[in-house]
């Protein structure tokens, strides 16, 4: 019997070193993540929106094509930087169930619907050297790493960084904050 306990609890040991819990967040996570979504967008670059927003304006062809040019603008002062970010993988390589190259995005759902999000809100992240973990499209996810500036074309968006990855972890949001409805989306 103690051969038994001692096997079992090596297996336990091992299959809780191959699970990684969640993170649960903080408002203090919270705040910093969403500050540094921010800071991809470089200070200025949709000042021409106007505080009276009306429906019209988003089919004029002149805002339009500031919006397009506003999308595109990325902050270079953020080359080098270690980032914290929490967002959607977008899986683009894949091998059984890790991951070797997917795109970030803020919001859940991006890049599976039209049109995918602006190029300075979407991150390619290369984990080639070190793949992850695939996550569901709905499931937040944190990314820390080292973030370089530079669009990318990719088959299903282009991007405006890359982020090496040194840590990707689930985000439990809990019961209360589940990104998109169950069944809104036809798949669960």
């Not at 569901?136 to 990719?154: C, E, F, K, N, T």
Request: charged share 20%; proline share 9%; hydrophobic share 40%.
């Amino acid at each position: 019997m103690t051969v038994i306990h001692r096997c079992l609890g090596v297996l336990l040991l091992t299959l809780a070193g191959l699970s990684q819990a969640a993170v649960t967040p903080t408002e203090e996570d919270l705040t910093r993540w969403g500050g540094n979504w921010d800071r991809l967008i470089p200070e200025g670059a949709y000042d021409f929106i106007p505080e009276n927003f009306t429906f019209d304006l988003m089919f004029d062809p002149t805002f339009q094509a500031k919006l397009d040019e506003a999308n595109l603008k990325l902050n270079p002062s953020l080359e080098g930087e270690r980032l914290d970010l929490a967002g959607f993988m977008v899986p683009l390589e894949t091998n059984g169930g890790q991951v070797s190259s997917f795109l970030l995005v803020p919001e859940a759902g991006q890049c599976v619907h039209v049109p995918p999000p602006p190029v300075n809100q979407t991150i390619f992240v290369d984990a080639s050297q070190a793949p992850v973990a695939l996550h569901d499209l709905y499931q937040p996810i944190q990314v820390i790493g080292r973030l370089s500036v530079g669009r990318a074309q990719h088959e299903i968006a282009e991007s405006g960084y890359v982020l090496i990855p040194e840590r990707v972890e689930t985000i439990d949001l809990g019961d209360d904050h589940v990104p998109v409805v169950p069944g809104a989306d036809g798949d669960r």
